[in-house]
């Protein structure tokens, strides 16, 4: 899966002319609606911390809690695919839909959409009461 990922980020910026900026991608945010400029490779959860979007992530991005977990609402279908891992951790969040992943997991190679599920996200919670 790495190997693939790694070749789609060669392809795009083997077809970058010369002088041409690298390719970067549209990340959303709901429901702040924020939309963020993302590198190819970079994992949803990296892209919300460097943009100050509240997203919990108690295990520091290693797979092993679901509190960054986000429900994707366009893009879904040109996501790279989820790892077992993924899938087990996955299945103790809270308000699990079929687009659902874990934001830690997952790389951007494509413009996306997603949700932070407001009920399970503590930061979220926090930056509300004040
Ligand atoms: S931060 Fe813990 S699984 Fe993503």
Do not use: Y
């Not at 590198?39 to 108690?58: F, R, T, V, Y």
């Amino acid at each position: 899966m790495e190997t693939q990922q790694t070749l789609e980020v060669c392809e795009v910026n083997d077809k970058l002319k010369e002088g041409e900026a690298p390719r970067t991608f549209k990340v959303t945010f709901l429901p702040m609606g924020v939309t963020i400029e993302a590198k190819p490779g970079q994992n949803i959860l990296e892209i919300a911390l460097a943009n100050h979007i509240p997203l919990d992530h108690n295990c520091g991005g290693n797979c092993a809690c679901s509190t960054c977990h986000v429900i994707v609402k366009d893009g879904f279908d040109k996501l790279p695919p989820m790892s077992d891992e993924e899938s087990d951790q996955l299945d103790e969040a809270e308000s699990l839909t079929l687009t659902s992943r874990l934001g830690c997991q997952v790389k951007v190679f494509h413009d996306i959409v997603v949700e932070i599920p407001q009920g399970s996200n503590q930061t979220w919670r926090k930056a509300e009461q004040h």
